[in-house]
């Protein structure tokens, strides 16, 4: 059964194969637009163990490759981008580098304050 449908989409045409994946795509969509929260985060939550298993099981090789073809989308991506669209980005990337280190600090006073407690506690 499965072997006729392989053998049907390679006797395909490339009009009927882009209608049928258009019309895959179309019902992907419809399905995902009907869903509940609860389902989403389910389809994600699988998606991402599916995405770790395959990483799991990559090679160095493939790892790679998978890195530099991500590298090269992006850099197509911001040759491609408007000012406003790079300007976007820049100062998105400004307020998570902000964020970051307003992190850091507070992760570095929690630890003072924690020395700073467990200091007190052995002296008392």
Known sequence: MAQRGLDRREEETEE????RLSDMALRGQERRAEETEEQRNRRLAVMGQRR????AE????QRNNRLA????CGQMRRAE???EQRNSRLSAMLQHAR??????IEGQNHHQIQTFYAARTVLN
């Open 58 to 61: 990559e090679t160095d090789e």
């Open 81 to 83: 981008e408007t000012e």
């Open 69 to 72: 073809v991500m590298a090269q």
């Open 16 to 19: 009927p194969n882009n209608s």
């Open 99 to 104: 964020e970051r280190r307003l992190n850091v």
């Open 52 to 55: 770790q298993q395959r990483r």
